[in-house]
């Protein structure tokens, strides 16, 4: 059985959650609701993509909310790990090159910046395939310890 994962940083118990699950067990369903909660409390979301086109994320999110598309793009910060790897020129402010961690790594304290209030790395486990575990290991370590 093939399992995925969400990884995000909840600031108002200052822990890391690891959403893990077989792939039709609800986990995007959980993570989408998150979102559109907290853009509904019209507080800041960092969301960093990894298999899918920001445009079909913001979409999805665009549907689930019923709220306007500039009130999405206020309040969600995309880093797009999706579309170099796609060979597609990304139109987001942080577009990282997700085989590379140290890009990985200054993109995310690029988008840190903006002090989002809930952070999401969607999905968190395709990362580890591409990287040797102890680099995977070390840079994640450095960017969670940023989020607290």
């Known amino acids: 059985m093939k399992l995925d994962t ?34 509904h409390k019209k507080q800041k979301i960092m969301l960093m993509l990894f298999d899918e086109k920001p445009i079909t994320v913001i979409d999805r999110i ?19 790990g999706y579309s170099q790897i796609t060979g597609v020129t ?30 999401i790395i969607d999905p968190f486990s395709s990362l580890s395939i591409h990287h040797q575990e102890q680099s995977f290991i070390m840079t994640f370590q450095i960017i969670l310890a940023k989020l607290r």
């Open 62 to 80: 665009h549907k689930m909310s019923r709220l306007e598309l500039y009130q999405i793009h206020d309040d969600l910060i995309i880093v797009d």
């Open 6 to 39: 969400f990884l995000f940083f909840d600031p108002e118990f200052h822990r890391i959650v690891n959403v893990i699950g077989p792939q039709g067990s609800g986990k995007s369903v959980f993570v989408y609701n998150v979102i559109v909660n907290v853009l």
């Open 90 to 119: 990304s139109s987001e402010k942080y577009s990282v090159n997700s085989r590379d961690l140290s890009d990985i790594s200054i993109g995310l304290s690029k988008a840190l910046q903006n002090k989002p209030d809930i952070v």
